[in-house]
């Protein structure tokens, strides 16, 4: 009998459950197709459009089977790169942890570290909490925190807490720190350029924020910890029985794969700061660490003395169970499909223009916050949102008495949050397939944790208005 071993996988009821409530996505952007005026803005280069450009135009022929279509259409649309990046990265990630799992390897690191933390496991929570928002919060690294989720919920069930805690201190953490920006360059940064604000400007403000924000989450994560302690804790993985028996692997070899493997999460993260922090190749960051990741993982292996077939059979075994995110994934991109081929987008974004320009200067900040959450369903990019509505909204602040950097807020919380919410986010269903859970299953969990900081943030959002933050 083989040796059974924890491999990644997306459960038949995780996929089904996400299958139906993105086809039930999916079928809600193809009504607004038919129940909102289609319309055109203008736009300068490839993405800013031009203020006062908005015009009502003939509605496409954009038949409702098409809105079956949608997830192999998004194949041939402008958002084919990203989706053939997000595929590539399952595949490297996927099939790179099943090595390091057949090899002993993410076992040992994750015992190595529960060794360091000795009885301070409270403590290594908050530490690797902050950890993760930071780098969220000051070089808005999120989906490149991926490859790490595994390891976060495998320390966590080390420490006797359930995979939601694993989740909880790596994946969750950084959207947080996403939101909470103190210098993100992909919202925040990308914002008040747009908004004509000099670059990272405002950052006292910003330093409370995320220090709130900080006390909230960490305060919901340690109760989450203490509460898992006592019950049985949430099935993390699926298990896969090993295709073919192997030798035992050389223990020495395998300490030299955990020391090749350690080295090389490190040059990952080094690599990855590069490029949040100078902005070179940003736009092919998650290829590049799918692909920096794949040859540490496989690397890690040869080094512990995992070889041929046996390697391969792990290789292909972690690449096929999470293969079904594939298809949720190609689902969730069709969602913002249809409302751009049924040519509704630029209209949204119009009407919520025409709102903020007639409410007051606290009314446009709660109006742009709830915006931004609402357009996140169809557009997870903070950068691509921000060169959508902020150069119409800059000019609406100084309408309104508003000031542009509280504008510049109310869109960074209304992004970041919401990247940790919504089933249509690649990266959340990702890091949910790395750990078989569903996404009700996570809504269930996080739903009162998103609502505590919706209104916390509103709090600050409406005290920066108040003392004219800018």
């Known amino acids: 009998m083989a040796e059974r071993r924890a491999v990644a996988s997306i459960g038949l009821k995780s996929f089904l459950t996400g299958f139906f409530i993105l086809f039930f996505l999916m079928m809600a952007a193809g009504i607004l197709t038919r129940v909102v005026p289609a319309g055109t803005m203008d736009r300068t280069g490839a993405s800013a459009v031009v203020e006062g450009s908005y015009r009502i135009v003939e509605r496409p022929d954009y038949p409702a089977w098409r809105w079956l279509a949608a997830p192999v259409e998004v194949l041939g649309s402008d958002d084919a790169p990203a989706v053939i ?26 015992e190595a570290l529960a060794r360091r933390a000795g009885g301070r496991k409270y403590a290594l929570l908050a530490a690797v909490t902050l950890f993760f928002m930071s780098i969220g919060s000051l070089m808005g690294i999120f989906e490149e925190v991926i490859p790490l989720v595994p390891v976060a919920v495998a320390l966590a069930a080390t420490m006797g807490w359930s995979p939601m805690v694993g989740l909880g201190m790596s994946i ?16 925040l940064g990308a914002a008040q350029r747009l908004a ?25 994560l340690i109760r989450l910890a203490r509460k898992s302690e006592r019950g049985p804790g949430i099935a993390a993985t ?3 029985p090993v295709a073919e028996d192997g030798p035992p692997l050389d223990p020495a070899r395998v300490r ?24 070179a190749l940003s736009d092919f960051s998650m290829p590049i660490t799918a692909l920096l990741f794949l040859f540490a993982g496989c690397g890690a292996g040869f080094a512990a003395g995992l070889r041929g077939r046996r390697a391969a059979g792990a290789f292909g075994r972690g690449v096929a169970g999470l293969l079904p995110g594939v298809v949720l994934i190609l689902m969730a991109m069709g969602v913002k499909h249809i409302i751009v081929s049924g040519m509704v987008m630029d209209s949204l974004l119009h009407a919520a223009a025409s709102a903020v320009a007639g409410a007051s200067d606290y009314g446009a900040a709660a109006m742009v916050y709830v915006f931004t959450l609402f357009l996140e369903f169809f557009i997870s990019s903070g950068t691509a949102k921000a060169f959508l509505v902020m150069p119409i909204l800059a000019p609406l602040a100084d309408l309104t008495g508003l000031s542009r950097q ?5 869109y960074a919380f209304g992004d970041g ?19 078989g859970m569903s996404w009700p299953a996570w809504f269930r969990r996080t739903w009162l944790l998103q609502l505590a900081a919706f209104g916390l943030t509103m709090g600050l959002l409406m005290l920066a208005v108040a003392i004219g933050y800018r």
């Open 85 to 110: 990046a997000i595929i590539l990265f399952i595949v490297a990630i996927g099939g790179s942890f099943a090595v390091l799992q057949e090899a002993g390897i993410l076992t040992g690191t994750v």
């Open 172 to 187: 969750l953490a950084t959207g947080f720190g996403f939101a909470a920006a103190i210098s993100n360059p992909f919202t």
């Open 196 to 220: 004509g604000l000099p670059v990272f400007s405002g950052a006292p403000f910003r330093i409370l924020v995320f220090v709130l924000v900080y006390g909230l989450y960490l305060a919901w």
């Open 238 to 240: 699926a298990t896969t």
């Open 256 to 279: 030299r794969g955990i020391t090749v493997f350690a080295l090389s999460l490190a040059g990952i993260l080094a690599a990855v700061m590069a490029v949040s922090l100078t902005g």
């Open 406 to 410: 509280v504008m510049v807020q109310a």
């Open 417 to 435: 949050f919401s990247n940790m919410l919504y089933p249509t986010n690649a990266v959340l269903l990702i890091s949910l397939g790395l750990v």
